[in-house]
Structures are given as structure tokens and as C-alpha cells.
Nanobody
């Protein structure tokens, strides 16, 4: 059983920053690709960023490239999402997710095996 727990969400003004964390239990993260997705009100959940099991490779959605940074600390079994220059359109529930290394590069929800419960990020104008 894998449990992913997000934290760090909240209310921030446009242009501000937030750091999301995702702590895992029940499995060692170093064997898995980790990612972040988000779901805005009334919209589907979409890919944001992912990082390979070693942390050596990363890919982002175009909408966040240059503003968000994904990282991981395998010793702490935690993955992070640093969000800068936040925009109102970044408002969403943010989810961390886990998948196998063979699925590295995927942006599809169905390719990710485990999900956290989500943390709300609200960006005000």
C-alpha cells in the first residue's frame, strides 16, 4: 500500500510563490517516477511536471515551464514542486502521483499508479 500526502497549498497573490511537498510512505520513492498534476474547477486533471527516479531527468507542461521546478529528496522519500510567478490560471487542486520508470515521459492520468488526495492552490489577482 502506497500513501502519498501533499502539503503546502494555500492562498497566494499573483506573482507570488509556493512550495508543495509530497511525502510517501509504504514504498521507497527512489524506484519510481514522481509527478505533479492539477485540476482546475470544472476541468480535467492535467499533467504539470515529472521527475525520473534518480532525479536526473525532468519534464514540464508548457504552461509552467520556466516558472515551476520539480525536485526530489529520495532520502526523505519526498518530492517537491516550487512554484514561482504564480498566475490566477494556476489555481487548482494539485496532486502528486507515482509511476514506474518504464512510463517516464507519460502525461496521461491513466499511466500513473498512485495518487495523493490533493492540495488546493488558489492564486488571487
Amino acid at each position: 500500500q502506497v500513501l502519498l500526502q501533499e502539503s503546502g497549498g494555500g492562498l497566494v497573490q499573483a506573482g507570488g510563490s509556493l512550495r508543495l511537498s509530497c511525502a510517501a510512505s509504504g514504498r521507497t520513492l527512489s524506484s519510481h517516477v514522481m509527478g505533479w498534476f492539477r485540476q482546475a474547477p470544472g476541468k480535467e486533471r492535467v499533467f504539470v511536471a515529472a521527475i525520473s527516479n534518480s532525479g536526473a531527468s525532468i519534464y514540464y507542461a508548457d504552461s509552467v515551464k520556466g516558472r515551476f521546478l520539480i525536485s526530489r529528496d529520495n532520502a526523505k522519500n519526498t518530492v517537491y514542486l516550487d512554484m514561482d510567478s504564480l498566475k490566477t490560471e494556476d489555481t487548482a487542486v494539485y496532486y502528486c502521483a507515482l509511476t514506474s520508470p518504464s512510463r517516464y515521459g507519460s502525461r496521461r492520468n491513466s499511466d500513473w499508479d498512485y495518487w495523493g488526495q490533493g492540495t488546493q492552490v488558489t492564486v488571487s489577482s
